[in-house]
C-alpha cells in the first residue's frame, strides 16, 4: 500500500524560480521611455470606491490619504526612479506597474510553459501605502485580484508582501499587474514575480548571440557595452558578431569599452568578432547559429540587429522563458521604433497563408504608442498573439533546434527569419514573441526596400519559402498578386523594379543548388542591373534634376495627393496598361511632369504622367521617373511568360525546393560557403 509519505516522496524536489522582476530605464535620466515602465494615473474618488487608470477598487483609504493624488496627472521626476529595481511613489501619489515591461503576460505563461501559478512579492518602504493587484480578461476587462495596506512594519524598512497568482483562467489572454497608491508619506517600490518549479529546471540556461554587422561600427559597439549589463553577464556564453563590412567594428572608438563590458574577472572575453565577406543577413546569422552549434555550450542562440538599442533584462526573460517552456520554443523579441521610442512597431507576426505574406494580425494593431495608451487600456493587448515567426532583430532559437531543423536559407536577406519560423513549426516547435523583452529598431516604413535592390531579394525569397511551404496549389494568391503588383511597378514607371523582380523569377526557375554559391555575388549584380534604369538613379540634389513643365495643365481642382475613388481605381488600373503603349509627349523628354513626394507615388498617380521627380521615402534623394513604350513592352510579355511558367512548373519546383531543403540549411553545406574564412577550417 502506497502511504501519503510514499507519495510525497515520489513528487519531483521544486524550486524558486525568478521569472520576472520589476525594472526602471537603465538611464534614471531617460524619461523619454518612462512609460514603458511605470503609469503615473489620476485617481477618481466616488461614493464607496476609487478608481486608479481605469480599474475599481474598493476604497480602504480616506480622501485625505489620496488628496494629492487627485488631477495629479503624469509627471515624472527623475529622483522617483531611484535605481534599476526600485521606484518612489510620491506622497498621495497613484502609479501603475501595469506597463510593457512590468506587467506579467499571465496567457503566454499559462499557454506555453510549466508554469502554473505565480508569486507576486511586492517590497514596500513606507507606512500607509496600498497596493491592489490587478488581472484583466482576454477582451481587456480588468478585475481587482488583492489588495494591501502597509503598516508599521514598512516604516522602519522595507516590508514584502505576498500574493499568490492562478494561471488557470488565462487561457485565451490576460495580464496581472500591481498599482500603488502612496500615503501620506512616499513609497519606495520594487517587485518579484516567481514560480516553484521542478529542480532540473530551476537553473538557468546560457544564451550564445549571434549579431550580423555591416558598417555600423558605432552602432554595434554600443549595443555590445549594453551586452555588458551585469546583469545579463551570467546568462551570457558567447557573443558572436559577424562583420561583413569594410568599416570596422575594431576601428570605432567605441569599441574598447565594448571589449571591456565583456571581459570577465579572469581577463577571458565573452566576445568573438568573426570577419568574413557579405553574405547578407542570412549569411551572418547562419554563421552565428553554425559557430553556437559547433562550441555546443550554449543552451540558445539569440539573433539580433547590428542597429538596435536592447533592454538587457529582455534577455534574461527570453532565456527564462525558453527554460520553462513546455517543448523547446522559440522565443522573440517585439520592436519599438527608435526614432519614437514609446511607439511599438512589431508586436506579432503572421504568414497569411492564401496570400503567403508576411504581416501583422488582422485584429491587431503594427503601431502603438503606449505614452498615449497604456496596456491596461489597449483591450487588443490583453488577448494572447500567436505568432508564425520572429523577426531576427531579436530572436532566441534552442540549439536543440537547430541541430535538428538545420541553419538559416541561404537567401542573403528577407524572408530568412518567417521561413524558419515556419519551418521550425512543421517541425513541432513553436515561436512565442513575449511581451517585455524587446529592442528599438528602425521602423521598416521608414524604409523604401520594396523598391529598391532589395526588391529582388523580397520577391525571389517569398517565391521559395511558398515553394516550401505553401498549402495550396501554386501559392495561393501569390502567382496572382504578385503579377498585379508587377504591373503597378510597370505603370508606374518603375522599371527597375520591375526587371529585378522578372530577375528574381528567373533565379528561382534555376533551382536551389546555385542558392549558396550566389550568396557572395548576387548583390552587386543586382546593383549594377538596376543603375542601368533612370528610376534607380538616385540624386541628392534636387536642381541636378529636370524642372517641372507640362504639356498641358492638370484638370480643374485635381491634386497628385487627392485620392481616388475606389472605382477610379479601378477604371485606372483597366486603362494605365494600354496608356503605356501610347507615345510619350514630346516635353516629358526633356522635363519632368510634376514633383511627387514619396508619400503620394502611388501607381495610379503616376500612371498618368510621362515623366516625374520623385522622392525616396528616407528623404535623402530622388530620381526622375520616365515612360518608355518599348521598354514597357518587353518587360510586360516577359512578366505574362514568366508568371505562365511558373503556374505550369509550381507542382516540380516545389517538389524540388523541399527535397533540398535539409541539404541546403545543413552545417555542412553552409560551412562549405564559409570556407574561405573558417578559422578551424582544417579540423
Known sequence: MTTVADQRAEQPALRTRLLQRQIMPADRGDLEIAALYVDLEDVRLDEDKYVVGGSSHAKAVNNTQIRQATGSGRRLAPEQIVDR????????????????????AASYWRRWTIVEEVRLDVTVQGAGAHVIVCKSLANGNSQRVDAVVTGDEAVSGPATYSFRLPLNTFVDGGWYWYDVVAGEEPAVVSAEWTAEVPAERAEHGTVDIAITTMNRPE???KLLQQMGDPDLLPYLDTVFVMEQGTKLLSDSPEFPAA?????QADGTSKLRVLVQGNLGGS???????????????ATYALMMDDDVVCEPEGIVRQVTFGDLARRPTIVGGHMFNIYSRTRLHSFGEIVQPWRFLWMTPPD????????????RSARWLHKRWDVDFNGWFSCLIPRTVIAEIGLSLPVFIKWDDSEYGLRA????????????????????????DALDWQAYFHHRNRLIAALVHSIYPHGGRLLRESFNNQLA????????????RLTAMEDVLAGPDGLHEMLPTRLAEVNALRKQFSDAQLVADRDDLPPVRRQKPPRQGSSLSDVPSRRSQLISAALAPIRQLKPTRPLANEYAEAEVPALDAKWYRLSALDSAVVSMNDGTAAALYRRDPAQYRDLLKRSIELHLRFRREWPRLAQEYRAKLPEITSPQAWEKTFGPWLEDRDE
Open 425 to 448: 513549426k512543421a517541425a513541432g516547435y513553436p515561436t512565442v514573441s513575449f511581451p517585455g523583452a524587446a529592442v528599438w529598431h528602425v521602423p521598416w516604413s521608414d524604409k523604401n
Open 219 to 221: 552602432f554595434c559597439a
Open 85 to 104: 529595481t526600485r521606484f518612489k511613489v510620491l506622497a498621495g501619489q497613484a502609479v501603475s506597474f501595469g506597463t510593457y515591461f512590468n506587467g506579467f
Open 283 to 297: 549569411g551572418g546569422y547562419a554563421r552565428g547559429q553554425l559557430e553556437s552549434l559547433k562550441k555546443g555550450t
Open 489 to 500: 511597378h510597370l505603370v508606374a514607371m518603375q522599371y527597375s523594379t520591375a526587371e529585378l
Open 259 to 263: 571589449e571591456k563590458a565583456l571581459t
Open 364 to 375: 491587431a494593431h503594427g503601431s502603438w504608442d503606449f505614452a498615449a495608451r497604456n496596456v
